[in-house]
C-alpha cells in the first residue's frame, strides 16, 4: 500500500507541473494530511454528498467502515491493481482514484455493503440510490463481489440482491445480473472467478456462470456455463474454449 500511494503522491505532483487546471481537484484531495484512505474517502463522499447528506456525514462513515474492515481495504487496493493492469486506457492510479466511475462505484458499494451487513439497512440503501444517481449502477448492497472488479465505463450496470461475482471479473457497461421475475429468495445469478462479461450482456436467474469463461456483448444467458468457454448469442450458446483474462 505504502508503493502505491508514493506513486499516487509523484503522479499527482507530476500532473501539477504539467497541468495547471487539474491543480485545484488535486490539492483538495491529496496532500500532507493525506493517506491513501482519506483521499478515497474525500473523493466519494464528495460524489455521494446531497442536499440531505452533507459531505462531512459520509466521509466519516466511509473513514469509519474502512478503519474497522481490513478486509475491505484488500478489495480496495486489488481492485485498483486491476484497473492500472487490465484496462488499456489506464496510465495512472491517480486517475483511477479521482475520475474512473466503477472503481468509485464498487468501493461506495463496498461501505455500503458493511452497513448492510451490520444491520445499517437504510443507510445501506441511501448509498445505493445515490451510487445510481452518481454512476448509473445499480449495485444491490447485498450482492457478493470479489476483488479485482473491473467495471469499464459502467453506465447500466445492475446487479441483484442475490447475485455473486467471483475475484477478477472484467464487466462492460449495461450489464445485467437479474432475476426472471419467476421466483423470489435467492434468484441472481452466481459469477466465478476470472469471468469477461461484454457489453450489454444480461445473465438471468439463479444460475451458475463458471471459472474463466467469456461472455459476448449483447448475450442473454439464462443457463449454467461450464468453465473455460465463450458463450455468445440470444439465447447465449458455446461458440469455443473461453482466452484467459490478463
Not at 467495471?151 to 475475484?167: F, K, L, M, R, S
Request: aromatic letters at 8%.
Amino acid at each position: 500500500m505504502k508503493q502505491i500511494w508514493s506513486r499516487i503522491l509523484t503522479e499527482a505532483e507530476s500532473f501539477t507541473k504539467k497541468e495547471p487546471f487539474i491543480t485545484s481537484i488535486i490539492e483538495q484531495v491529496i496532500h500532507s494530511k493525506h493517506d491513501f484512505w482519506s483521499t478515497v474517502a474525500v473523493v466519494l463522499s464528495n460524489k455521494l454528498k446531497s442536499n440531505y447528506m452533507p459531505q462531512s456525514k459520509i466521509r466519516t462513515l466511509i473513514i469509519q467502515v474502512l478503519d474497522e474492515n481490513e478486509e475491505i481495504k484488500k478489495q480496495v487496493i486489488a481492485d485498483l491493481e486491476s484497473y492500472f493492469e487490465r484496462d488499456f486506457a489506464c496510465e495512472t492510479y491517480l486517475e483511477v482514484v479521482l475520475f474512473y466511475r466503477g472503481f468509485q462505484a464498487v468501493t461506495a458499494y463496498r461501505i455500503a455493503r458493511s452497513c448492510y451487513l451490520n444491520s445499517q439497512k437504510l443507510t445501506s440503501k441511501f448509498l445505493q440510490n445515490r451510487i445510481f444517481e452518481v454512476y448509473g449502477m445499480d449495485i444491490h448492497p447485498n450482492a457478493r463481489l470479489g476483488k479485482g472488479i473491473v467495471i469499464d465505463h459502467g453506465i447500466g450496470v445492475v446487479i441483484g440482491e442475490t447475485a455473486e461475482i467471483g475475484d477478477n471479473a472484467f464487466i462492460f457497461h449495461n450489464v445485467t445480473l437479474g432475476g426472471t421475475g419467476h421466483a423470489g429468495g435467492d434468484r441472481h445469478p452466481k459469477v466465478k472467478n476470472n469471468v469477461f462479461i461484454g457489453a450489454g450482456a444480461t445473465i438471468l436467474g439463479n444460475i451458475t456462470v463458471n471459472d474463466n469463461v467469456n461472455i459476448a456483448a449483447g448475450s442473454i444467458v439464462t443457463k449454467d456455463v461450464q468453465t473455460n468457454t465463450t458463450v455468445a448469442g440470444i439465447p447465449a450458446k458455446v461458440i469455443g474454449v473461453a482466452k484467459k483474462i490478463q
